[in-house]
């Protein structure tokens, strides 16, 4: 749960450093937030990066990658050469 933590953190510092922002915040609807969150350019960046390793924990750290398959073989080659080399053919 680390990256939990990190991201309740900021918003506990900036709530002590701008009291007002807080009451805005309160006011504010969660959908436009959640727009403002996104045009954010850093936390923009933040949440890609928390997203990509939260969906590589996800699917067990496995990557999806582009595959190549060929004919009739029903295997999922990393490389096109693999997929050359491959015998089910
Ligand atoms: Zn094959």
Do not use: D, W
């Not at 900021?10 to 007002?20: E, N």
């Not at 990509?52 to 582009?66: E, F, N, P």
Request: glycine share 6%; with cysteine; hydrophobic share 30%.
């Amino acid at each position: 749960m680390g990256f939990f933590t990190r991201l309740f953190v900021p918003r506990t510092v900036r709530r002590a450093v701008h009291p007002v922002r807080t009451v805005k915040r309160a006011v504010t609807p969660k959908p436009v937030k959640n727009l403002q969150r996104s045009l954010h350019p850093v936390s923009n960046f933040e949440y890609s990066v928390e997203r990509s390793i939260a969906t590589s924990l996800r699917s067990g750290g496995k990557r999806k990658a582009t595959v190549y398959t060929h004919g009739n073989c029903t295997g999922r080659h990393r490389t096109p050469a693999a997929a050359a080399r491959c015998r089910n053919r």
